[in-house]
């Protein structure tokens, strides 16, 4: 009698989820778990997206990723596509992105002459706006800017990620602070980064998703050394101590859990970003809770 062939066991379904997120120390350090198989992920296949910063804001217009990381100015060109996850937040706590150039120039200085900016859509060039008030702009690679600035393509240049603690060393000058002129401005901190999930995806994934991220930056913080290992690769030279220092900052308990404040600073830029007419109408955040 011919044999019978064993039926193979019944697949689960899988959930494919994209995951992007930009390729800096302090995103690489939270989603670490997430994205090198560190968490047991029930119900969802993850797929490592890594783009800058400017090109996940666009992306993040278009709705493409499940689940990505973006600027919270651009929030508010997106906000109908995502909400926002409370753990995953890069807020600058009395420290923000710099604005450098190759001479001593104070705010005023700003005023009619190019300046390089990471991104339209970043938080980062929202509030030199807020800050400066309308300046002359120029979008470059986030890291080509710190370049730019020294060989003199434009009299100066906002420095997000590793950019802020390497300036000084290359000759450039701080004229100004971003996140600590926003926090002596209005005594908040400053939401730079946020993390979101895309809305058509069933509620109850969208929770696991916000459990999968906040599980992701808390196994990090708990395997400091084994995280930041592999976020040094994306520290484009930064040596350990610095890359330490840099993830220290971005990464820290407004990270683990933005909370009631964290999400109050991030109502109060989005206001004050209409109030200025950076942004076109009001936007709210609004966030997955678990």
């Known amino acids: 009698m011919p044999s019978i062939p064993a039926q193979a066991a019944p697949s689960i ?64 060109y997106c906000a109908a596509h995502y909400r926002i996850l409370p753990s995953g937040t890069s807020m600058g706590d009395g420290y923000g992105p710099v604005v450098v150039a190759a001479r001593p120039m104070g705010l005023e200085d700003l005023r009619g002459v190019p300046i390089a900016v990471p991104g339209r859509l970043t938080t980062a060039a ?44 290359q000759g450039l000058h701080n004229v100004v602070d971003l996140g600590q002129w926003w926090f002596q401005t209005t005594g908040w901190p400053l939401p730079l980064g946020v993390n979101g999930v895309r809305r058509d995806l069933p509620e109850a994934q969208q929770q696991a998703v916000a459990r999968l991220m906040r599980a992701s930056v808390a196994y990090a913080l708990a395997h400091r050394e084994e995280a930041l290992t592999y976020a040094q690769q994306y520290g484009r030279g930064l040596d350990r101590p610095r890359a330490d220092q840099f993830v220290g900052m971005y990464v820290s308990h407004w990270t683990q859990e933005c909370g ?8 109060a830029l989005l206001e004050r970003a209409l109030t200025a007419g950076v942004i076109p109408e009001p936007c709210r955040p609004e966030f997955v809770d678990e």
């Open 126 to 169: 929202l509030v030199l706006r807020l800050c400066a008030g309308p300046v002359q702009t120029v979008i470059l690679p986030f890291d080509q800017i710190l370049e730019a600035v020294r060989r003199g393509r434009v009299a100066a240049g906002v420095l997000i990620h590793e950019g802020q603690l390497t300036y000084a060393g």
């Open 13 to 76: 379904a899988t959930q494919v989820i994209r995951v992007g997120h930009s390729p800096d120390p302090d995103d690489a350090f939270m989603f670490y778990a997430l994205t090198q198989g560190k968490l047991p992920l029930p119900g969802f296949q993850v797929e490592h997206v890594l783009n800058d910063i400017e090109t996940l804001n666009q992306r993040a217009v278009r709705g493409e990723l499940e689940v990505t990381a973006f600027s919270l100015h651009a929030y508010a």
């Open 260 to 267: 009631p404040r964290g999400r109050q600073a991030m109502a």
